[in-house]
């Protein structure tokens, strides 16, 4: 058992939980944040961003949403919420549900200027459609009605 005797120790102590009680709440955080499914964009969220760019321009959805979230939260500079937009468009266009999930949640909070409830409500049926809880939950709790089941 570690024991402080001086007021010093005490504090450096103090200071060191301190640092790993924040250094643990920050990779808790960037964990909930990351998307859960691999297949949401997964490898390409750590890739070199001119690759990445590269796939989403040739078509692969998984490179389209990882570059949305990219432009989203500025990681390569400066955030572009309208270009996110557009790359998370794409990739719920080519079916990938993380991003449907996305472009339904953008259209419900008026995200890039687009408050459409309709629109957010035929999102989340396509997520749902390929097994998406939290789109079902979404659609029922975002005033499309309860339409989805």
């Not at 103090?14 to 949401?40: C, E, M, N, T, W």
């Not at 259209?107 to 200027?113: D, F, K, S, T």
């Amino acid at each position: 058992m570690l024991t402080c005797t001086t007021p010093m120790q005490t504090s450096r102590w103090s200071s060191f939980a301190l640092g790993l009680l924040v250094a643990g709440a920050i990779l808790l955080r960037s964990q909930a944040a990351a998307p859960q499914d691999s297949q949401a964009g997964g490898r390409w969220l750590m890739a070199p961003v001119t690759n990445v760019r590269t796939a989403a321009e040739q078509g692969e959805a998984a490179a389209q949403y990882a570059l949305g979230e990219r432009l989203l939260r500025g990681s390569d500079g400066k955030a572009d919420v309208i270009e996110a937009y557009q790359w998370h468009g794409r990739a719920a266009s080519n079916g990938l549900v993380a991003a449907q999930l996305r472009m339904g949640m953008k259209h419900e909070r008026a995200v890039a200027g687009v408050l459409d409830i309709a629109e957010a409500a035929r999102w989340y049926e396509l997520a749902a459609a390929q097994g998406s809880d939290a789109a079902r939950f979404r659609g029922r709790s975002s005033g499309s009605g309860g339409q989805l089941e």
